[in-house]
């Protein structure tokens, strides 16, 4: 009897049928992979499954009962917990007040004792190590993720549904995942997993289901398939992994960093120019000055030295909506805090930043009527899923969202382009379709500085590879010149003889 059966369930938001006569079923004990394009139900179908959403049609068994799921109250009763795209912690309280919120041990007033000593027998059980009395604010995102996974496992949830939770780690904190989802299977847990990393599928599930446009294209044991059969399969068509690149014909320089120091803790700096027809990789691991280095090109934050220079312009005091006039595009590494108004419409999201550019805006009025055909064009050229572009972008997929902010910052023929991991969150398809994207810009004469955690992205992509260590350029080299092996040690801190 499988722990999980859900048949013939369908869903509809107006009139878009995101799930159509969904069948899917998970085996008590397994890890079970859900896979899909962007925007084809995969988080609809889960969160149906956690009383979130609520099915037009179909039914629901656990464990060979017929269940109705009205909210997630009642999925914590059947033993069902969730860890989501975007995770749910209340940011000011602390990890153990996350944590037993809701389920709080004592009778009257809470006992805190009580509760601590089940949550050191759960952690000792799958090897957590938490500071039970920081604030979620100061955690990093693994962390954060791992309160949430802990926070379902103190529930009692013996299913547990983790909605792309590799997307936003970091190659160590993925390992860290895997070690506790491999301690949860050896509890007995049953693990549904989200991701869009093919590999991880294959090291880590047991089955896996793919669903394309919200219908089941199929459900296989993982030793039966291969990448290749699930990329098919997701997309509908045998994808071309191989990217040709043109030959490198840099022009001019368009950005150069001069003696840039970017963290306060080191005296190192970054030194590096983007040239026209150019796409310089900025390697390295989370956490040595990405994020600072992403604020300060976007005119957010000041470095505490040095200088940028844009087309021969010092512009490292230009704020950054005049960088954005001057042709400075930029994908934030964090799209919804930085790059999206969540609760509008697709349409203003593409105005976003562009206000003030002459082409939607004559005499401060604005020219809805080109808006609209530019949003229209860069909805249809990206393939973008939506159903209308008054729909608000919060409503979107993921992976579509990330789509919209991309189209709108290259879409306005930028002679810049900072992208701060652009692919993230996408499927195959879409970063595939993204990377030629990034190319063609290049070979329009573009300059690209890609920052990128992803070495496999920054090896495909780049012409120059730079890696960031504590805050500094440590190595550059010449694609071609370097293997992902010496990227790696430079990553880890070893400087180049
Ligand atoms: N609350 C909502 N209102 C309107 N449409 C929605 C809502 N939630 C989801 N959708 C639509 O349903 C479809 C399926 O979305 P879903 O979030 O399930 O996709 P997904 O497979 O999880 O994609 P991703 O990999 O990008 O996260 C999408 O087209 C999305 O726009
Ligand atoms: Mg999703």
Known sequence: MPAILMKQISKAFDRLKALDHVDFEVDAGEVHCLLGENGAGKSTLMNILYGLYHADAGEIYIHGKAVHIANPKIAQQYHIGMVHQHFMLIESMTVLQNIILGNEAGRFAIDYAENRSRIDELERLYHFD????????????????????FKALYRGADIVILDEPTAVLTPQEVDVLFRILDDMRKQGKTIIFITHKLHETMVLSDRVTVLRNGKIIGSLRTEEVTPKILATMMVGYAIDFDIVKSTFKPGKPVLELRQLKVLAASHATISLQVRQ???YGIAGVDGNGQQELE???????????????FNGEDITA???A????????????DRLQNAILPGMPIID???????????????GILRFNVLKKHADNMVNQYSIKISALEQPI???????????VFSREAGLNPLLLVA?????????????????????LRDRGKAILLISTELSEIMEMSDTIGVLYKGELIAQRKAGEVTIEQLGLFMAGERPE
């Open 130 to 149: 938490f500071d039970l009395d920081k604030p979620i604010s100061v955690l990093s995102v693994g962390e954060k993720q791992r309160v949430e996974i």
């Open 277 to 279: 027809g150019e796409i």
């Open 295 to 309: 604020g300060i090109l976007a005119g957010t934050a000041k470095p505490l030295s040095g200088r940028i220079i």
């Open 318 to 320: 230009m704020p950054a």
């Open 322 to 333: 005049k960088r954005k006039a001057k042709g400075i595009a930029l994908i934030p590494s």
């Open 349 to 363: 999201n593409y105005l976003l930043g562009f206000q003030h550019n002459s082409m939607f805006s004559h005499f």
């Open 394 to 404: 919060s409503q979107l997929s993921g992976g579509n969202q990330q789509k919209i």
């Open 420 to 440: 701060v991991q652009p692919v993230r969150g996408l499927d195959i398809g879409a970063i595939d379709a993204i990377h030629r994207q990034l190319l063609q």
